[in-house]
Nanobody, 120 residues
């Protein structure tokens, strides 16, 4: 089992930037593909970005391509989500997740989430 703790959320104006972090503990971090998801009120949880175990492969939702960047530091057992040019529609609770199978599917372990609010 792996435990995940997100941080870095907050309130930002439209056009601003935030960097989310997700610290892992438990099983070997480098064994897991990692991802970020988000859930806005009244909406289902949606995939935002994923990164492979080594960090060599990434995937993004169309809505965030060119604005968000996922990265990881296996030595620091942390995955990041750099968000720039934020829009009010990016407002959501952001969750970090871990998968043994793929950086796009099969996410099994979840963090508790961190709130991101973008004001217009």
């Amino acid at each position: 089992q792996v435990q995940l703790v997100e941080s870095g959320g907050g309130l930002v104006q439209a056009g601003g930037s935030l960097r989310l972090s997700c610290a892992a503990s438990g099983r070997t971090f480098s064994n897991y593909h990692m991802g970020w998801f988000r859930q806005a009120p009244g909406n289902e949880r949606e995939f935002v970005a994923g990164i492979s175990r080594s960090g060599s492969s990434t995937s993004y939702a169309d809505s965030v391509k060119g604005r968000f960047t996922i990265s990881r530091d296996n030595a620091k057992v942390t995955v990041y989500l750099q968000m720039v040019s934020l829009k009010p529609e990016d407002t959501a609770v952001y969750y970090c997740a871990a998968s043994r199978s793929s950086w796009t599917t099969g996410y099994y372990y979840w963090g508790q989430g961190t709130q991101v609010t973008v004001s217009s």
